[in-house]
């Protein structure tokens, strides 16, 4: 019995093969949780709250308030001007030739498209070479926003004159064929070739300045 081998027991390290208590282990979960929370907690604070910024923080930091009201550039508010007056030219040289051609040369028929002329036209073309001037030496003027509003409008506008002028041209072609016309063609065909010189000028100058750019 002496001669049985015995078991080789080796030492074992203190730390080695004991388990570590449950106590232990929640403690440490615990705690590394409650620190990627609080780190997270602390990243979302670092977010500014827009909602509650006032005016004065606004325009002390880095945030650029956009505009709410769009006005126009310098350049644009003179487009305006021409417009009102090259619309105005428009009716007073149309009128007067209209006139003519119908014999009405009357100096109360023809004082108040003469006295639009008068006034219309010197002002269109000293605003008309200004800014002309000023695309010629600023070529991206001519992309100015506030200055294709203006000649959109001028395009739109003659559009709907010479259009409609023709339509009823049309239409009194119709009658004059079913007898219930009694005017000159002639006459009516003079008054219609006005329009569509004046009017239509205007628009095809306007579009194909519009289009300079793709044609």
Partial sequence: MNNEQQPDLKPVPPDEGRLEPLSNVNHKVFTSDFTD????????SVIPNLA???AQDLSSSDVIPLPVVKVLSPAGVEYVF????????????GSVFIA???????????????SLLIVAI??????????????????GRRFDASKRRSTQFIQIFNF?????????????????????????MAKLFLDVLVVWAVSGGVLVYYWLDEHKKRI
């Fill in 122 to 139: 010197p002002v269109f073309a000293w605003l008309f070479l200004r800014l002309k001037k000023g695309e010629l030496l600023n070529v």
């Fill in 37 to 44: 929370t609080t780190s997270q907690a602390q990243d979302v």
């Fill in 160 to 184: 709907v004159i010479t259009f409609f002028t023709t339509i009823g041209f049309v239409a009194a072609i119709f009658s004059k064929m079913a007898g219930q016309y009694s005017g000159s």
């Fill in 82 to 93: 021409m417009t009102v007056a090259l619309l105005t030219g428009e009716f007073g040289l």
């Fill in 52 to 54: 509650n910024t006032s």
């Fill in 100 to 114: 003519l051609f119908n014999s009405k040369t009357s100096f109360s028929v023809l004082a108040y498209p003469a």
